[in-house]
């Protein structure tokens, strides 16, 4: 898949139960997310048809089931979500948010050194 659909924060709780698990039933995602959430059944139903719209899932019939898997990997999904917020907050200067969350974070010498790592790989690239 070469993009990513947007998925919002609330679909995202539907995702997270089907990276974790799949495939579920719809009787089980509800089931689920009625008690982490407290959504109504129709609530998650609508999510449901949302995610499948935007082909971030898909189902199968199983005698009177519907089992439900992910179309989208939570990586590609981590990938779109990074790159909304970086383009959305820092206009895309990745250099600029890695100087300020380097400059606010407390980093151990391990990270320091994983950080220069990945950055000298990216030099010679």
Known sequence: MNESPRITEAE???MKLLWEEEPLSANEIISKLTQQMEWSDQTIKTFLN???KKKAIRFEKSGRNYLYYPLVSHDEYL???NRSFLDRVYKGAAG???AKF???EQLSEKDIEELQQILNNKKKS
Do not use: D, F
Request: aromatic share 0%; glycine share 0%; charged share 35%.
């Open 50 to 52: 949302r995610l499948h």
């Open 96 to 98: 600029l948010l890695c």
């Open 79 to 81: 990938k779109a979500e």
């Open 102 to 104: 380097l400059q606010e």
């Open 12 to 14: 995202s709780e539907v």
